[in-house]
């Protein structure tokens, strides 16, 4: 029976502050049954404060053969990424 259900992607996001995690993937028939298997197959032990549960027919990806199209652009983009920034010591999740 679960062979039919639809398949569904699993992130975690371990406490807050920090983003999601893809954890796995779970067969479920909607997206509430997702959720409660998600929640008993991947925060058993309370590792988790958030989950998202993502049927796996919704999601586009990019191919690797897209890299150079997409993502080497942006290299010469370096003020987009904070490198050159000091970061207060009250911020201990980044």
Do not use: Y
Not at 5 to 25: D, K, Q, Y
């Amino acid at each position: 029976m679960s062979a039919d259900w639809p398949l569904w992607e699993v992130f975690v996001r371990a406490r807050r502050g920090i983003s999601h995690v893809h954890a796995g993937s779970v067969h479920a028939p909607d997206p509430e049954i997702a959720l409660q298997n998600a929640r008993d197959l991947f925060t058993r032990r309370s590792e988790g404060v958030s989950l998202w549960v993502v049927r796996s027919s919704d999601i586009t990806a990019s191919s690797g053969d897209d890299r150079a199209a997409l993502f080497d652009p942006a290299e010469d983009k370096t003020f987009r990424h904070p490198n050159d920034f000091e970061l207060p010591d009250a911020v201990s999740h980044m």
